[in-house]
């Protein structure tokens, strides 16, 4: 069965760390890019940042930009998520999720989120 | 970065139903859009990608069109299991890549 399960989330304090984690399963993990993205309660859905297979591309959303790192091992088949400098405003779900590329009959990639985990909660709070 | 809208924020429909969501890019997207579904404290659900292709094992009452800046997803007959909260995301231009607020779908 393709899965990702998310671990490592919880409740610190404002200007704390945290280090996420997503365990992959059931596909080829070292193919495909990956993201994080994340949902404030009662709120919509804000991407986070993404690594690409061998992780040569990284990027990052502007909210989080200098404060966390997104990484990946292809051997552990693990995606992670440090997050240093924690605000309230991070306080969120945090989803891993499978970037497929889709491809269109021109040759151009349509790239969706096909898999995601279940979330893991990530409470900033003092 | 591109702007999502989604329309409208919040719909009442009853089981049987015809019903479409709106979303509307800031600029053209090129049909690089894709349709989830999320139900109350569960992960978003893939639907459509490429404004219009069904993902694989979505039931055939859901579809999307449009082009430009303009898309729609519609359900042709809505099924008790169909009420949740959908969201567009762009994929053009990335990164970032954005999502709309959100359409909640009600039983009226």
């Known amino acids: 069965e393709v899965q990702l399960v998310e671990s490592g989330g919880g409740l610190v304090k404002p200007g704390g760390s945290l280090r996420l984690s997503c365990a992959a399963s059931?596909?080829?993990?070292?193919?495909?890019?990956m993201n994080w993205v994340r949902q404030a309660p009662g709120k919509g859905l804000e991407w986070v940042s993404s690594?690409?297979?061998?992780?040569?591309?990284?990027y990052y959303a502007d909210s989080v930009k200098g404060r966390f790192t997104i990484s990946r091992d292809n051997a552990k088949n693990s995606l992670y998520l440090q997050m240093n400098s924690l605000r309230a405003e991070d306080t969120a779900v945090y989803y891993c999720?499978?970037?497929?590329?889709?491809?269109?009959?021109?040759?151009?990639?349509?790239?969706?989120?096909?898999?995601w985990g279940q979330g893991t909660m990530v409470t900033v709070s003092s | 970065d591109i702007q999502m809208t989604q329309s409208p924020s919040s719909l009442s429909a009853s089981v049987g139903d015809r019903v479409t969501i709106t979303c509307r890019a800031s600029?053209?997207?090129?049909?690089?859009l894709a349709w989830y579904q999320q139900k109350p404290g569960k992960a978003p659900k893939l639907l459509l990608y490429?404004?219009?292709r069904l993902e694989s094992g979505v039931p055939s009452r859901f579809s999307g069109s449009g082009s430009g800046t303009d898309y729609t997803l519609t359900i042709s007959s809505l099924q008790p299991e169909d009420f949740a909260t959908y969201y567009c995301?762009?994929?053009?231009?990335?990164?970032?890549?954005?999502f709309g607020q959100g359409t909640k779908l009600e039983i009226k």
């Open positions: 600029q053209g997207i090129s049909n690089s």
């Open positions: 059931g596909f080829t993990f070292s193919s495909y890019s």
């Open positions: 999720a499978r970037e497929e590329s889709y491809y269109d009959s021109s040759g151009y990639s349509h790239d969706a989120f096909d898999i």
């Open positions: 995301q762009q994929y053009y231009s990335t990164p970032p890549c954005t």
């Open positions: 490429a404004a219009s």
């Open positions: 690594i690409s297979s061998s992780s040569s591309y990284i």
